[in-house]
């Protein structure tokens, strides 16, 4: 499966974890520890499913959902939340959410689950 995940987590050591589950499990997987670099990895890699944590330092979060709503929602990637419930939560169609620490083969499969959802027509 040739599936692009885009996470932004600031935490860059749980980043590296991630890509090196995500990888085994076969996934194209780049990493963002900052609103700032995940906004020009989005435009740049167009990923299939983003991981947001959207505690971002200095409101980074809602800047990240914010750059979310303005892509056309056919180009929109599938969204994955590491966080309790969250009001972003209401302003995109968030596939599943995950409390830190997860089980990463459920964040795998959340993945796989959301990239097949957001390919989907009439989501």
């Not at 590296?16 to 780049?30: D, Q």
């Not at 990463?104 to 796989?112: E, N, Q």
């Amino acid at each position: 499966m040739n599936l692009h995940v885009l996470i932004v987590d600031p935490d860059e050591s749980l980043l590296e974890l991630y890509r090196a589950y995500l990888a085994r499990s076969g996934l194209k997987v780049e990493l963002a520890s900052s609103g700032l670099v995940f906004v020009e990895k989005l435009y740049a890699w167009k990923p299939k499913v983003v991981v947001l944590e959207p505690e971002l330092p200095d409101g980074w979060g809602d800047r990240c959902v914010d750059e979310l709503t303005r892509m056309p929602e056919l180009d929109r990637p599938g969204l994955v939340i590491l966080t309790r419930q969250n009001p972003i939560m209401h302003r995109l169609r968030v596939f599943a959410c995950f409390v830190k620490p997860m089980p990463m083969a459920s964040l795998v499969d959340s993945i796989r689950a959301a990239a097949f959802e957001a390919d989907r027509p009439n989501r």
